[in-house]
């Protein structure tokens, strides 16, 4: 493909990636399949003038499916500044995309989170870890997939996670750590479009394994969406003004539902497989809306 203006197409509604996966997939089917214009583009094809005053992004609503979180959070923010309404805004794509500032965020508007410590050097880290307590999980502050993310056990397997980082790109200086949580050998993902939970699943970790990434292994059932399930994703949704987004929950054996993630450009292949729920559809009708607006 070469070089995009989407300015100049008369559409509407866009979807944007970079890399075609079934989630995208299903957006573009669903809307042929229903009758709906829906312009495709790749974003690695995207050219921004970024001191253009047309406006002539001004109608746009443009959903972002980028998979590279830095690729993603500077078209949003390019798009956004051109006039376009992202799903979802720079706002949500910046606060999401990093665990630790949205660990914060979630914490002081009165969200059950794990807890959590971060530090800046090696030294910090252990000091910070011996008060935390083992076993804990480290994670980078950017990054998707259970990638870099590890069970710590004691101080030293602390001592050679810290010591290999040193030699990583300097984002992996950054320690952040969470307590090791008490919970089912599964956790929740529930996908919220709007103001309204939608579908969610328990997601299983897969045998010898404690992560449950469906990539790792585990298998995914559908789950119940209680009141407490409800409120609290609802609730962490609108903290970070998403429109679309992915919760995911752990049901700790002390404190109840704590949130742990919520995701910007969240995958649902395993939630539309298990439960059913027509997600690509609801995704197409939450556009729509707001182009009414």
Same mark, same amino acid.
């Given at each position: 493909?070469?070089?995009?203006?989407?300015?100049?197409?008369?559409?509407?509604?866009?979807?944007?990636?970079?890399?075609?996966?079934?989630?995208?997939? #299903?957006? &573009? /089917?669903?809307? @042929?399949?229903?009758?709906?214009?829906? +312009? *495709? $583009?790749?974003?690695?094809?995207?050219?921004?003038?970024?001191?253009?005053?047309?406006?002539?992004?001004?109608?746009?609503?443009?959903?972002?499916?980028?998979?590279?979180?830095?690729?993603?959070?500077?078209?949003?923010?390019?798009?956004?500044?051109?006039?376009?309404?992202?799903?979802?805004?720079?706002?949500?794509?910046?606060?999401?995309?990093?665990?630790?500032? #949205?660990? &914060? /965020?979630?914490? @002081?508007?009165?969200?059950?989170?794990? +807890? *959590? $410590?971060?530090?800046?050097?090696?030294?910090?880290?252990?000091?910070?870890?011996?008060?935390?307590?083992?076993?804990?999980?480290?994670?980078?502050?950017?990054?998707?997939?259970?990638?870099?993310?590890?069970?710590?056990?004691?101080?030293?397997?602390?001592?050679?996670?810290?010591?290999?980082?040193?030699?990583?790109?300097?984002?992996?200086?950054?320690?952040?750590?969470?307590?090791?949580?008490?919970?089912?050998?599964?956790?929740?993902?529930?996908?919220? $479009?709007?103001?309204?939970?939608?579908?969610?699943?328990?997601?299983?970790?897969?045998?010898?394994?404690?992560?449950?990434?469906?990539?790792?292994?585990?298998?995914?059932?559908?789950?119940?969406?209680?009141?407490?399930?409800?409120?609290?994703?609802?609730?962490?949704?609108?903290?970070?003004?998403?429109?679309?987004?992915?919760?995911?929950?752990?049901?700790?054996?002390?404190?109840?539902?704590?949130?742990?993630?919520?995701?910007?450009?969240?995958?649902?292949?395993?939630?539309?497989?298990?439960?059913?729920?027509?997600?690509?559809?609801?995704?197409?009708?939450?556009?729509?809306?707001?182009?009414?607006?």
């Amino acid at each position: 493909m070469g070089t995009v203006n989407i300015g100049k197409d008369t559409s509407s509604l866009y979807i944007l990636f970079d890399n075609i996966r079934w989630e995208e997939k #299903s957006i &573009i /089917e669903k809307a @042929k399949e229903i009758g709906r214009e829906l +312009k *495709a $583009i790749d974003c690695k094809d995207l050219v921004l003038f970024l001191n253009d005053s047309s406006n002539e992004f001004e109608d746009k609503i443009i959903l972002q499916r980028s998979v590279s979180y830095f690729r993603s959070l500077h078209s949003t923010g390019g798009l956004e500044g051109l006039g376009a309404r992202m799903i979802n805004s720079l706002y949500t794509a910046f606060m999401c995309g990093n665990k630790l500032i #949205s660990h &914060i /965020e979630l914490h @002081k508007n009165g969200i059950l989170t794990p +807890k *959590a $410590i971060c530090a800046f050097t090696p030294e910090s880290s252990l000091r910070g870890l011996d008060k935390l307590g083992y076993p804990a999980v480290i994670k980078p502050t950017v990054g998707s997939w259970g990638r870099l993310i590890g069970l710590i056990n004691d101080k030293e397997g602390a001592k050679t996670v810290l010591e290999d980082r040193e030699h990583m790109f300097p984002i992996y200086h950054i320690s952040y750590f969470e307590e090791f949580v008490k919970r089912p050998p599964r956790d929740i993902r529930a996908i919220v $479009i709007g103001e309204e939970v939608v579908a969610a699943i328990y997601r299983y970790s897969g045998d010898n394994e404690w992560k449950t990434n469906m990539a790792l292994g585990g298998h995914a059932l559908p789950c119940p969406i209680t009141k407490d399930i409800e409120d609290i994703c609802i609730r962490s949704a609108k903290i970070f003004k998403g429109d679309i987004v992915g919760v995911d929950l752990m049901e700790s054996e002390k404190y109840g539902l704590v949130v742990h993630e919520v995701n910007n450009t969240t995958e649902f292949k395993n939630t539309v497989k298990v439960t059913g729920v027509d997600i690509p559809k609801l995704i197409i009708n939450h556009m729509e809306n707001l182009l009414k607006k």
